[in-house]
């Protein structure tokens, strides 16, 4: 990997991570979001975190990233949809949480370094589940991230988010 293709992957510095991060920890406290298992997860080196989407992912997803710095010393990097980087404000506090746009060539140079990945295979559509959908995997055929971890010989620690299907529904 280039000197360059690691400092486009860089997390740059922001202050807004930060105040996401202190927001982070004080809706955590009122929460009291339920890991289970972290200690299965490694504190070093390249794996992919590879799960279910839940409902909106705004409030699972802040607190497994968080949560996983916390409880285990790791900045999960995430590959997040390229729409999501269209939006300046919301791109620039991706950036600044470690997340890239989702490529094979970004998520290939990420564990490469031996940063650790997390990957939603269901992407946008398991976002938005209907109500009968809930917790039902919505991955079709998409095993790119398997490729992917078998190519960079890292593991794949697969993991289950529960709760915010059970508070939204997609009207």
Wanted: charged content about 20%; hydrophobic content about 50%.
């Amino acid at each position: 990997m280039s000197a360059a293709a690691t400092t486009e992957l860089a997390i740059p510095s922001s202050r807004i991570a930060g105040v996401v991060d202190r927001a982070v920890d004080i809706a955590a406290k009122l929460t009291r979001p339920v890991f289970l298992d972290a200690e299965n997860v490694p504190s070093r080196g390249a794996f992919m975190l590879v799960g279910n989407h839940q409902l909106l992912g705004m409030q699972d997803l802040p607190y497994l990233v968080r949560g996983l710095e916390v409880l285990r010393g790791v900045r999960v990097r995430g590959l997040a949809d390229h729409f999501h980087f269209a939006v300046p404000l919301w791109r620039r506090w991706l950036a600044g949480s470690g997340a890239v746009p989702g490529t094979r060539q970004n998520c290939a140079a990420l564990l490469a370094a031996g940063e650790p990945v997390l990957v939603f295979p269901g992407g946008a559509r398991e976002v938005y589940k209907r109500r009968n959908q809930r917790y039902q995997l919505l991955w079709g055929n998409r095993v790119g991230f398997a490729r992917m971890a078998i190519a960079a010989r890292c593991p794949i620690i697969p993991f289950g988010a529960v709760g915010a299907e059970d508070r939204f529904h997609v009207l």
